[in-house]
Structures are given as structure tokens and as C-alpha cells.
């Protein structure tokens, strides 16, 4: 069964952080970009931060610059997020999404392949 697992999400204060982990299984991460997207209540869900295949490419949404990193670990079969300096708008049910992809340096936010369930983050004091 190939499906992606995320974790790490929870409660936190502002200004505190959390590491969310996104791990593959049925399938190995090596060919597939990886994007972080999250959907707060009543809002859409957006892109967050993407991380090509080989790592040598990411992306992040304006909203997250400077404060959240993504990484990954293809001998793990897991990419991270890291997130810095939370704010209460950061809260949401965060998703990791895997995208095929030929080019080893390319990430995008659509056409995604395989979704994980999504953890939640909540950032309130």
C-alpha cells in the first residue's frame, strides 16, 4: 500500500517551534518531489514549501520565508519540515504530497501524485 505518513504536529506557543516529518511507505521518495501544503478553517489550502528530488531545489510561500526550512533524507524515506517562530495564522492541518518528477531539481505545488491524512498544528498561547 503506498500512501505518506505525516507527524510532529501538536500544540505550541507563539514564537515556539515544531519539526513535521513526512514518511513514505509502499514507495520510495527518491523520485518525487515533495511539497508541505496546509488548509486553516474556512480557508483554502496552500502551498508551503517544496523540495525537488535531488534537494537542490526549494521553495517557500512568502508567509514562511525565513522561518520554516524543509529538508529531506532519501536514505530514511522522509522529508521535514521545519518550523520556526510560529504564529497563531500558522495554524492549520498541514499535509505533505509527493509529485513525480524527471527533472531532480524541479518542484511545483500541483499535480500531485500520493497526499498524506495531515496533522495539525495549533499555534495559540
Known amino acids: 500500500q503506498l500512501q505518506l505518513v505525516e507527524s510532529g504536529g501538536g500544540l505550541v506557543q507563539p514564537g515556539g517551534s515544531l519539526r513535521l516529518s513526512c514518511v513514505a511507505s509502499?514507495?520510495?521518495?527518491?523520485?518525487?518531489?515533495i511539497g508541505w501544503f496546509r488548509q486553516a478553517p474556512g480557508k483554502e489550502r496552500e502551498g508551503v514549501s517544496c523540495?525537488?528530488?535531488?534537494?537542490?531545489?526549494?521553495n517557500y510561500a512568502s508567509s514562511v520565508k525565513g522561518r520554516f526550512t524543509i529538508s529531506r533524507d532519501n536514505a530514511k524515506n522522509t522529508v521535514y519540515l521545519q518550523m520556526n517562530s510560529l504564529k497563531p495564522e500558522d495554524t492549520a492541518v498541514y499535509y505533505c504530497?509527493?509529485?513525480?518528477?524527471?527533472?531532480?531539481?524541479?518542484?511545483?505545488?500541483?499535480?500531485?501524485?500520493?497526499w498524506g491524512k495531515g496533522t495539525l498544528v495549533t499555534v495559540s498561547s
Open positions: 523540495i525537488s528530488r535531488s534537494g537542490s531545489t526549494t
Open positions: 509502499g514507495f520510495t521518495l527518491h523520485y518525487y518531489a
Open positions: 504530497a509527493a509529485d513525480v518528477k524527471i527533472n531532480p531539481s524541479e518542484c511545483v505545488y500541483y499535480g500531485m501524485d500520493y
